[in-house]
């Protein structure tokens, strides 16, 4: 594992940056062995604030927002820096969140401009409370928020979209899917809420900044929130309510467990085959025969490809059928307009990928 200070300089952006600032994120990377150049990242927050946004001197512990993300991606670090991982991991601790998602806008403008084939990005923000306003608790249940539409859709992409559909297929939509299907186990003792919706209203973390940027991209967060614990000076008031973003206030047996739904989801993800590439039904004639095409993948291990479908209207896939080591498939008399279908790898393991959403090609 290497680690380096990634230092960048923000300039003015008033409201919220009212003067240039150097500002830096932390990046430690876990070099894949035989996939390196197919890269997932797990990111938290490093900053905080009080009520103002604007307030640079009081006291702003930030243990939930986003201290908890940031402990989260630490100790997956410790653990899996001892082990050896086909594809790459990357372990970040941003800045600038509250101010604008500056540090993850720059970090990901950063992979955009090398190339990188980044095919998963997960922030943790505000992971590390399982209480709700009202006093109860949801002590395994933590939220995953996947958009449907990409954020980078072109504008022919969506022409696409509203012919063939899709609106609930996107890559990132996909990852969700396949977090669900990794890591809701008795390892982890969790539920994945897997929400299909970008972030919640009037927010956002620093998935959105690799979203923008056309990167498959979701935010984990706790299953409810307590407002009074977020951005809030400190202080005692309405009878005796304690505001303020307190390590008081933190489950770490609940922290722990969301620690442990990201590391299925990365290292299944990293140990898997990547997400086939250019996955398309060709329609270049009318027929009720179904063909599917895709980029055939590198890796060393692939066994081959499974192509999955659903009726329309299913929130998930229901049947799949593995084709073998080939690059198409061709289903007669199965008509495409009744059904979505996708297509995903499997190594000799028998480790599956994310589907690939097969739009008209």
Same mark, same amino acid.
């Given at each position: 594992m290497t680690v380096e200070l990634q230092t960048f300089v923000q300039p003015a952006t008033p409201p919220r940056v009212p003067a240039e600032v150097s500002l830096t994120n932390v990046v430690a990377t876990l070099r894949g062995a035989t996939s390196p150049d197919r890269v997932y990242v797990?990111?938290?927050?490093?900053?905080?604030? =009080?009520t103002d946004v604007l307030n640079a001197t009081s006291d702003a512990p930030g243990a939930d927002d986003d201290a908890s993300g940031v402990a989260l991606v630490?100790?997956?670090?410790? =653990?899996?820096?001892?082990?050896?991982?086909? +594809?790459?991991?990357? %372990?970040?601790?941003?800045?600038?969140?509250?101010?604008?998602?500056?540090?993850? +806008?720059?970090?990901?403008?950063?992979?955009k401009a090398a190339n990188a084939d980044i095919q998963g990005m997960f922030s943790d923000d505000i992971v590390g409370s399982s209480a709700a306003e009202e006093g109860s608790r949801d002590t395994h249940t933590i939220r995953l928020f996947t958009e449907g539409v990409p954020t980078?859709?072109?504008?022919?992409?969506?022409?696409?979209?509203?012919?063939?559909g899709g609106? =609930?297929?996107g890559p990132s939509r996909q990852l969700g899917r396949f977090v669900q299907s990794v890591a809701e186990n008795e390892e982890t003792s969790m539920r994945i809420r897997h929400v299909y919706r970008r972030d919640r209203y009037l927010r956002g973390s620093d998935h959105v900044s690799y979203l923008n940027h056309?990167? &498959?991209?979701?935010? %984990?967060?706790? &299953?409810?929130?307590? %407002?009074?614990?977020?951005?809030?000076?400190?202080?005692v008031q309405d009878g005796g309510v304690k505001y303020g973003d307190l390590i008081e206030f933190v489950d770490f047996a609940f922290l722990a467990r969301v620690t442990r739904v990201n590391a299925a989801a990365l290292w299944s993800l990293a140990q898997a085959p990547g997400t086939p590439k250019n996955a398309r039904?060709?329609?270049?004639?009318?027929?009720?025969?179904?063909?599917?095409?895709?980029?055939?993948?590198?890796e060393s291990d692939l066994a081959g490809y499974e192509v999955v479908w659903?009726?329309?209207?299913? &929130?998930?896939w229901t049947h799949f059928i593995a084709v073998g080591r080939v690059n198409t498939a061709s289903f007669p008399h199965f008509t495409k307009d009744n059904y979505f279908f996708g297509v995903r790898a499997v190594d000799q393991a028998g480790h599956r990928s994310p589907v690939a959403f097969a739009m008209r090609g």
């Open positions: 797990v990111s938290g927050h490093i900053d905080s604030r =009080v630490m100790e997956l670090a410790r =653990v899996l820096a001892k082990r050896e991982s086909e +594809a790459t991991i990357v %372990f970040t601790a941003v800045t600038g969140e509250e101010q604008g998602l500056l540090g993850s +806008a720059h970090q990901a403008a950063k992979y980078s859709e072109t504008a022919e992409q969506a022409a696409t979209r509203k012919s063939v609106e =609930v297929d056309g990167y &498959p991209a979701a935010r %984990f967060t706790e &299953p409810n929130e307590i %407002f009074e614990h977020q951005h809030q000076d400190l202080r039904i060709l329609t270049a004639t009318l027929t009720n025969t179904t063909e599917l095409a895709w980029d055939l993948g590198t659903r009726e329309t209207t299913d &929130p998930d």
